[in-house]
């Protein structure tokens, strides 16, 4: 689970729990625990969202909150010291030799790349493949965050609208001047429902989302190109120096200290 997400988000309400009790205490609360607001709020939201998406990508919401939610990492130097080992063993032994390796590799994406080269494509077969499915992998990847930034577009605007709304309630049933700051208050409580979730939850995780997204993608170009260098039959050093370029300087050196201790 990914504890700096989670974290985030509570701290991010903390802050406002504690900033409304240190200026007017437990009754401070009471302007903000209005249903209206957050029906109009929430519910409206929600119906926006099933006008603007079918029903089978809003309901994949759940889907990416898990990913979100995850703190699965993949290790890139291992991917990278993983070709490495194939292509030592296919200068060898040839590639059929790898067919046992690649069984028990866990990359499923790696793994049909690999079992591509094994069974004898040509690069220009396996680079539409592999790319195809990177395509469709970017574009399933891309629904997810529209789904989070449209909520935190549609979130502070029906914020705007509950406030207006209640605004125009208030002014065509007034009996009592006295009672406008308090009824002001309560129509202001919308906005704070709409602005405080589209601005602290979904559209942090809209970015969030983007950010796991091209990790996954990078990890991917990483195995086509470790894929295509193998099947040229490129020396297991020159993969190595390839695939290097697209880590960062700690993931060079775990390869640096795994091929020393090797």
Not at 179 to 204: D, E, H, K, N
Not at 229 to 245: D, R, V, Y
Request: hydrophobic share 50%; proline share 3%; with cysteine.
């Amino acid at each position: 689970m990914d504890i700096g997400t989670i974290a985030g988000i509570l701290a991010g309400l903390l802050m406002v729990f504690l900033t409304i009790f240190h200026a007017e205490g437990m009754k401070g609360f009471l302007p903000f625990l209005n249903a209206e607001a957050v029906l109009i709020v929430m519910g409206g939201t929600c119906c926006a969202l099933l006008v603007n998406y079918p029903m089978s990508q809003v309901l994949s919401v759940f889907r990416v909150l898990k990913k979100v939610m995850s703190n699965e990492t993949v290790d890139t130097s291992e991917i990278v010291t993983t070709f490495v080992k194939f292509a030592k063993k296919a200068r060898t032994e040839g590639f059929l030799a790898l067919q046992e390796d690649v069984k028990g590799t866990k990359d499923d994406f790696l793994k049909r790349g690999v079992q591509l080269v094994i069974d004898g494509a040509d690069k220009e077969f396996i680079q539409s493949m592999m790319e195809t499915e990177l395509g469709f992998v970017r574009e399933r990847h891309k629904v997810g965050q529209e789904i989070f930034n449209s909520l935190g577009t549609y979130s502070p605007a029906f914020g705007i609208i509950g406030t207006i709304l209640g605004m125009i309630l208030m002014m065509n049933s007034l009996d009592d001047v006295a009672q406008v700051p308090r009824r002001m208050a309560l129509c202001l409580s919308a906005a704070f429902w709409g602005l405080g979730s589209g601005y602290l939850i979904f559209l942090p995780v809209a970015g969030k989302l983007r950010r796991r997204s091209e990790e996954e993608l990078l990890i991917k170009e990483i195995v086509i190109r470790g894929v295509l260098l193998l099947q040229t039959g490129a020396a297991p050093s020159l993969i190595e120096s390839n695939l290097k370029a697209y880590l960062d300087p700690t993931s060079r050196s775990l390869i640096r200290s795994t091929a020393e201790a090797a």
